[in-house]
T-cell receptor
Framework: DQQVKQNSPSLSVQEGRISILNCDYTNSMFDYFLWYKKYPAEGPTFLIS?????DKNEDGRFTVFLNKSAKHLSLHIVPSQPGDSAVYFC?????????????FGAGTQVVVTP | DAGVIQSPRHEVTEMGQEVTLRCKPISGHNSLFWYRQTMMRGLELLIY????????DSGMPEDRFSAKMPNASFSTLKIQPSEPRDSAVYFC??????????FGDGTRLSIL
């Protein structure tokens, strides 16, 4: 069963605009969340993370928001750039007992158009 | 810095053949993960090791799949016999204590 869900398989956005990627999870025990970015023919690379004790984490153009009550997180990219075109994976884990085991969503393909 | 190294990058073989995928984790990392990526199921965790010991292999789809980590710098994922439905991209990742896993570039496996 998918404990982490990304319901939008794709997203198209104009350069300079905001990209908003969504992720929902079902396991209330998850306490750490990550976003990975993946280019074709490469492995996923870590982008940004957030602990469940926070509701927002920002790193440059990337901000992740966490709504624990809704079991929902989102990634905002602003402004979007052509180099942001990639597949974005949401992942979740329980730090205390998982040895770093991550549950991944199915991914969202982002296309940034000029 | 050398990242996670996977070989081969591409493998095409006929069904029934044995397939061995290899992974060299980042030096010093103590956890190693094998994933499979398909269109239908996204990124699935197959098995992971901590300090060379398998911790959870519940994601391994069938007995045809096996994984070993004989030392801290090498791991293999073997499929025997291979079937067309095993065609996918297989990723290896490693980490140290925290959860920021570092992925290799994957092996694209095609079983004919």
């Amino acid at each position: 069963d998918q404990q982490v869900k990304q319901n939008s398989p794709s997203l198209s956005v104009q350069e300079g605009r905001i990209s908003i990627l969504n992720c929902d999870y079902t396991n209330s025990m998850f306490d750490y969340f990550l976003w990975y970015k993946k280019y074709p023919a490469e492995g996923p690379t870590f982008l940004i993370s957030i602990s469940s004790i926070k509701d927002k984490n920002e790193d440059g153009r990337f901000t992740v928001f966490l709504n624990k009550s809704a079991k929902h997180l989102s990634l905002h990219i602003v402004p979007s750039q052509p180099g942001d075109s990639a597949v974005y994976f949401c992942a979740a884990t329980r730090l205390s007992d998982s040895w770093g085991k991550l549950q991944f969503g199915a991914g969202t393909q982002v296309v940034v158009t000029p | 810095d050398a990242g996670v190294i996977q070989s081969p990058r591409h493998e095409v073989t006929e069904m029934g053949q044995e397939v061995t995928l290899r992974c060299k984790p980042i030096s010093g990392h103590n956890s190693l993960f094998w994933y499979r990526q398909t269109m239908m199921r996204g990124l699935e965790l197959l098995i992971y090791f901590n300090n060379n010991v398998p911790i959870d292999d519940s994601g391994m789809p069938e007995d045809r799949f096996s994984a070993k980590m004989p030392n801290a710098s090498f791991s293999t994922l073997k499929i025997q016999p291979s079937e067309p439905r095993d065609s996918a991209v297989y990723f290896c990742a490693s980490s140290l204590l925290d959860t920021s896993q570092h992925f290799g570039d994957g092996t694209r496996l095609s079983i004919l």
